[in-house]
């Protein structure tokens, strides 16, 4: 697996897990609109639910907030392996262009070596 197969896993992976809680965070506020009228109103348990609730949204948010700071270290891991792949084969291009160069140095320095045809030499001089 190159790296960049492997970040683009890895920031998949992420956001996946991100969705998954920001689910979990719309059920969480929809079970707590159902029960803040019943804790604010003096019910003793609803107060003790809802302030749980109130601790579970917060490491929920935290756990969001450190999940896209993964998706956005992931993005820029994922750039990284994009340049590396270009510049691996922006070399690899070079290295051949350099093996046809000598390849034509040899041939031309075998030309130039070669007698010339009689005829030539007339236009030579």
Same mark, same amino acid.
């Given at each position: 697996m190159t *790296?960049? =197969? !492997? &970040?683009?896993e /890895?920031?998949?992976?992420? =956001?996946?897990?991100?969705? $998954? /809680?920001a @689910?979990q #965070?719309v +059920? #969480?506020?929809e079970? %707590?609109k159902?029960?803040a009228f !019943?804790?604010?109103?003096?019910? *003793?348990?609803? !107060?003790?639910r @809802? +302030?749980?609730?109130?601790?579970?949204? #917060? &490491?929920? @948010?935290?756990?969001?907030? $450190? @999940?896209?700071?993964? /998706?956005?270290?992931?993005?820029?891991?994922?750039?990284d *392996?994009?340049?590396?792949?270009?510049m691996?084969?922006?070399? =690899?291009? &070079?290295?051949r262009?350099?093996?046809?160069? *000598?390849?034509l140095?040899?041939?031309?320095?075998?030309?130039?070596?070669l007698? #010339?045809? %009689?005829?030539l030499?007339?236009?030579i001089s």
């Amino acid at each position: 697996m190159t *790296a960049l =197969q !492997e &970040a683009g896993e /890895v920031r998949a992976t992420l =956001q996946q897990k991100r969705d $998954n /809680v920001a @689910l979990q #965070l719309v +059920a #969480l506020d929809e079970a %707590r609109k159902e029960i803040a009228f !019943e804790a604010h109103t003096g019910n *003793a348990e609803a !107060e003790k639910r @809802l +302030a749980k609730m109130n601790r579970d949204r #917060l &490491a929920l @948010l935290g756990d969001i907030e $450190n @999940l896209e700071t993964g /998706v956005a270290e992931s993005e820029r891991r994922i750039g990284d *392996a994009e340049r590396n792949e270009e510049m691996a084969a922006g070399s =690899q291009r &070079a290295e051949r262009a350099l093996s046809i160069a *000598a390849e034509l140095i040899d041939h031309a320095s075998k030309i130039d070596e070669l007698p #010339l045809p %009689r005829n030539l030499k007339l236009w030579i001089s």
